[in-house]
């Protein structure tokens, strides 16, 4: 699936509509601008660049403007749409976009596995990739000798808190389950919500509580590795599986929500940010892009972060990660020239790493220079050693609802029968595929 994005996140076409829109296809959802138009411009091929997230769309229309600029006879279209199924809509009737650049997760390395994706293994930029960061990509099926995804950025979420209460009230920022838990205590005693929560967004819980609780004691590569050589031969009973391996985090999971704000049932993403920005809790499990909002409502505020603490062994803490975005050239493009041309463009070290720092992003370059955002740093030192994992949730197909099923489970769901059900629903989805 694609990452759910900030409700209320900008959504604004850049330029004039290309004749090329495939706006029906997108079930309404895209907008399409044309960069460089009229005089010879418009007699120069055209280049589609596909993009789904919104709050970076301006950025990207800059950068292709600047393209456009340096490569006159090449016109650079841009292409906007939320719908992963749209976009499956555009190779189906074998008219896909030139270029995309989305995140990268198992829907969308269902077009890496199905050959729908050129090789870009001569280009230089893939061999640039960090081999941490490859494999996160390896999570995901591939097509047999092909690289077909080039990592271009990635964002490092974890636990977001307020360091005027943490000082306030004399906390350290807990580096073992026992001190979260003694940390969580201490503000409840003090009248302070120790957690902000949202359950009334089910993707906050998802990605937040219950992928921090996984991957702070999962190897989730690996899990998933194991689960796929099973296949439909996963059982509760099966020596990996989501009732085993997921039931001990989750419980974990719900005892840290427990010391969550009283009316969380109700509360969605915008409430979180609002109420936390004005000091209503001492942490927020949400991501970089939660950072940008709290800084709109207080710019005074002061807020650092720190890996979900899961076990009581600190060498034990990691960073959650994901391939927030990824370029990609699908195989029935009758652009590839073009196409690896913008690509070029694009990942530049000075406009990559450029983007990264505006997106609050990491760089994925073996080369990438640290982050500077002193909001971030805390998570530097966990992304250069690899103390990283990627989102348990990532690896589920979407016909799964684990979105649901996290959301569930907050409310009050047996845990064990969501996680039996979880592994028939896989086991279910492997028989058909």
């Not at 490569?71 to 074998?94: D, K, M, Y």
């Not at 049932?265 to 950072?291: C, E, H, I, S, T």
């Not at 450029?354 to 609050?360: E, G, I, R, V």
């Not at 740093?377 to 990627?390: I, K, S």
Request: overall charge negative.
């Amino acid at each position: 699936m694609l990452r759910r994005l900030p409700p209320g996140a900008p959504h604004r076409p850049t330029g004039s509509t290309s004749r090329r829109a495939f706006l029906a296809g997108l079930g309404g959802a895209a907008a399409l601008g044309m960069v460089g138009c009229g005089g010879a411009a418009s007699a120069a091929p055209e280049v589609r660049f596909f993009q789904s997230k919104p709050e970076v769309i301006p950025y990207f229309a800059d950068l292709l403007r600047d393209f456009a600029a340096e490569n006159p006879g090449i016109r650079p279209i841009h292409e906007i749409g939320g719908s992963l199924g749209g976009l499956a809509g555009t190779f189906v009737r074998n008219d896909p976009p030139d270029l995309g650049c989305l995140n990268y997760n198992y829907e969308m390395a269902n077009f890496q596995a199905r050959g729908e994706l050129s090789d870009l293994s001569d280009l230089p930029q893939t061999q640039a990739v960090s081999t941490l960061v490859q494999d996160l990509v390896d999570l995901y099926p591939a097509f047999p000798g092909r690289t077909s995804v080039l990592p271009y950025s990635m964002m490092a979420a974890s636990v977001i808190y307020n360091r005027d209460l943490f000082e306030k009230h004399g906390v350290a920022v807990p580096t073992t389950y026992s001190e979260l838990i003694a940390a969580c205590k201490t503000f409840e005693a003090a009248d302070v919500t120790p957690v902000y929560s949202t359950f009334g967004d089910a993707w906050t819980v998802m990605q937040g509580l219950v992928d921090y609780s996984i991957g702070g004691m999962v190897d989730v590569i690996d899990f998933y590795r194991k689960m796929r050589e099973q296949g439909a031969d996963v059982t509760p009973d099966s020596p990996v599986s989501f009732s085993r391996v997921f039931r001990e985090p989750l419980e974990k999971m719900l005892e840290i929500a427990a010391y969550s704000n009283s009316d969380a049932a109700g509360r969605k993403y915008g409430d979180g940010n609002v109420a936390f920005a004005n000091g209503g809790a001492a942490m927020y499990m949400q991501g970089p892009w939660a950072l940008t909002e709290l800084e709109k409502l207080n710019p005074d505020i002061r807020v650092g972060t720190f890996p979900l603490p899961m076990t009581e062994d600190p060498a034990d803490n990691k960073v959650r990660v994901n391939l927030d975005l990824s370029l990609w050239i699908p195989e029935k493009s009758d652009r590839q020239e073009e196409a690896r041309a913008l690509l070029g463009f694009l990942t530049r070290p000075q406009v990559q790493d450029a983007y990264n720092a505006h997106a609050l992003g990491f760089g994925v370059r073996k080369d990438a220079p640290p982050v500077e955002d002193e909001r971030l740093l805390e998570m530097q030192p966990y992304v250069d050693r690899g103390a990283f994992y990627q989102g348990a949730s990532q690896g589920i197909p979407r016909t799964i609802p684990f979105e649901s099923y996290s959301q569930a489970i907050v409310f009050g769901a047996d845990l064990e029968n969501t996680l039996r059900t979880l592994d028939a629903d896989w086991a279910r989805l492997a028989r058909r595929s």
